[in-house]
């Protein structure tokens, strides 16, 4: 068996669900203090407590990189870019320039981040 490590807000999750399946407590109670909007989520998380226990608790995503998120390559070519042919501009001509010339798109925020 393999061990389970869950976030603050997944730990408060399990607590509230294994103390209410434990106790047979109030589901109306629950969803309040999770600030689910419905009994059926309670119900949901019921479920899946009792059949796959704490690592049901765990968000199906975690650890995965983002599938629109720039590899290390893209923001290495473009710090290279940056420092040796658009050096002397600002990050909205930069971007501008990477979507005209370099045929490569986005955001200024996004540009901003990778340089800093």
Known sequence: MRKVVLTLKEKQKYDVI????ETN??????RIKL????????NRLIAGYKKYGKEFFVH?????????ALS???KNQIEDLYNTKYFDCTYTQFTEFLQERENISI?????????N
């Open 18 to 21: 294994k103390k209410l399946v």
């Open 25 to 30: 407590g109030n589901k109306e109670r629950a």
């Open 35 to 42: 600030g689910l909007k419905s009994i059926r989520q309670i």
């Open 60 to 68: 199906g995503n975690r650890g995965r990189k983002p599938s629109h």
């Open 72 to 74: 290390d390559e893209q």
């Open 107 to 115: 955001s200024i925020d996004e540009v901003r981040c990778i340089l």
